[in-house]
């Protein structure tokens, strides 16, 4: 896998700049929008070793991340101070499941699109902060055929995306418009824009790359 090459050096090379030293401002904004009950099964996927999954842990939640680096894993249970126990994951190819003693987080390290709720069952709710934006734009409607798949009754995404002239930059991260989301998931799930912000001004690292404008849009998406 070329990309996951990419990503791997990227990890090894310290190239890791989405990373954030805090709880996502959007989760905590708009967490009655996507968690609606308590425990909840939240699947993060292309984790990384974001804080937010232990924010959701310590809230009353169980999480399941994934994520292709097995780097980012290692540094996540270490700078979170959690032990945890590593095992294959058998019929996951390439799979490695780490979790927690009390099962309360599971990290899997493989590709994306060789999961399946077969080996971790179906969730609540999906906190994607950096997973659609980060892959291959071919490679969408697979992301949400998978995500829709293992999603339960009433199951609820919270994402964040980007929108930008892609004349003016090639991601990650990548543009996602409007009509996009709607392509990907306005048969089945309901959608509402909960935030459509500058991000220029919170990241003027684009704007130093010449880009003229940079929407982030946050959505919450429920199952119909």
Same mark, same amino acid.
């Given at each position: ?50 804080? *937010?999954?232990?924010? /959701? ?5 169980? #999480?399941? =991340? @994934? &994520? +292709? ?5 290692? !540094?996540?249970? *270490?700078?979170?101070? /959690? ?5 294959? #994951?058998? =019929? @996951? &190819? +390439? ?5 927690? !003693? ?123």
């Amino acid at each position: 896998m070329p990309q996951l090459k990419e990503w791997e050096e990227g990890w090894a090379a310290g190239r890791t700049g989405f990373h954030r030293s805090h709880i996502h401002e959007a989760l905590l904004d708009f967490k009655d929008k996507l968690l609606v009950k308590t425990p909840s099964r939240v699947f993060v996927p292309l984790c990384g070793k974001t804080l *937010d999954m232990k924010w /959701l842990v310590d809230e009353g939640h169980e #999480v399941v =991340g @994934l &994520e +292709g680096v097995e780097q980012a894993i290692k !540094e996540f249970f *270490d700078e979170q101070k /959690l032990s945890f126990k590593e095992s294959d #994951v058998p =019929g @996951l &190819e +390439g799979g490695k499941l780490y979790q927690t !003693e009390d099962g309360k987080i599971k990290l899997f390290k493989c590709d994306l699109f060789h999961f399946s709720k077969d080996f971790a069952g179906s969730f609540d709710a999906v906190w994607d902060r950096g997973s659609l934006v980060a892959i291959d734009p071919c490679d969408r409607q697979r992301y949400s055929d998978l995500l829709l798949s293992m999603l339960a009754p009433g199951g609820r995404i919270l994402h964040e995306v980007f929108y930008y002239n892609t004349d003016e930059m090639k991601g990650p991260p990548h543009s996602v418009p409007p009509e996009d989301v709607e392509k990907l998931y306005g048969e089945k799930m309901t959608i509402e824009l909960l935030r459509d912000a500058d991000n220029l001004t919170k990241n003027p690292v684009f704007k130093e790359r010449g880009m003229a404008w940079m929407r982030q849009h946050i959505r919450i998406l429920t199952l119909k």
